[in-house]
């Protein structure tokens, strides 16, 4: 007897949401007194959320870089997300095609010619990092309202997840006890100028979080000091994985010198020297493992860095990357090449994490604990702020990113931006003017 043809079930066809509208709302947030090469973080700090709307009633959040040119750059290409279905990540990342003019060349973005590390110490801050900055927010958007609408998980949306949690590293700051203004925001940690007050302070993040493995931002005092406190961390903490970053301050010969005092002691240096030509003779000096969120910060610098040996880890930021889906295909190249992948992170909010921690869900070859700024902020915009345990998160199986906006915060954090105009872009060397006046920045080397 011929089997039963069994029937096949009508597929039911869905058309995804379209977007129907955007809303962005530039905040400052609430910031402490962290010390880097460059000068000091301000009080408050810009961030920017979107909102995107859709016909089915399903909305997306979406966080970025809130100062001036990204808040300029997306006010420019917003309404072309107007019409777009939610699904299409791959047309979006292309909106406002690619310029890699600088971004003090660019008519809409322009002006920061005079400030090269606003926004934070990213590399050279072309215009298209800007856009991607931006990109990035609206792709998050878009993917959290798929997921809404679909009832997945960003990480569903990306091929699924290989960790049920995600480590964060310990973010380490010197600092100073309060701003130098009034007025500003207070926070619980202290001051922290010496080995005795990093110990201290990381003693701090793992009561606070548990964390595992820490990170120390460097370039603040001279490297033995610094040296130091990465030796006290060690004894203090013998199973826990340690880096230091100094955002390029070194010259080729200070860094050597690190090098060869902390081999051993760090799982790698972090931006050691500004340039590929001193990362690449600083590895090939003392084999030591560097680190980048600087000179590998967009797809045409990969290469010469590579090829260069300069790089062994590649730190990404999905925001400068342009999303999660062009985070996956750095993390893609970088296994290709043999090359470690992990995390970058700047002042952020919960948005941002729940991103981070959906596309690091994802990523099989992330070896290193990822970085956040997180447990420095002490404001958010979502209903419930995330916590670590043992230094990692939980990845969220709510639809979406599994965040939700909390309203109210929003608009107090947006009426702050509207009453704080002179603050609305950040600059670690305004901040720092405010304690010295005649300060100078030390772009690099600075020791
Ligand atoms: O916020 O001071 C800071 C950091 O130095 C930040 O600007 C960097 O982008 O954290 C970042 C890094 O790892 O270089
Ligand atoms: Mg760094």
Redesign the pocket.
Known sequence: MAAATPRRRKARLTMPPVITDVHLTPILIADAP?????GV?QPYTPRLIVEIETDSGVTGLGETYGDHHYLAMATDLAPSLIGMPVTACHAIRRLGGSDTRMLADNPIAGGLADNP?A????GTLTTDKVRLSVISAFETAALDATGRALGLPVYALLGGKVRDRVDYSG?L?YKWAEHPVSDAPTDEWGEVLDPDGVVRLAESFSAHGGFRSF?L?G?VFPPEEEVAAITALAKAFPDHPLRL?P?GGWSLATATAVAESLTGVVEYL??PTADVAGMAELHRRTGMPLAT??IVTAVDEIRPAFDADAVQVV?S?HHFWGGLHATRELAAVCHAYGKGVSM????HLGISLAAMTHVAATVADLDYAC?T?YPWQAEDVITERFSFTEGSIAVSDAPGLGVDLDRDELDRLHHRWQTMPALRDRD?VAAMRAAEPGYLPHISPKY
């Open positions: 962290l010390l880097n090469v460059g973080h590390i926004g934070g110490l990213r973010y700051f990170k931002k370039g970053d955002n972090e931006d969120n600087m730190l930021d970058h992170s700047n002042t970085d700024h670690d």
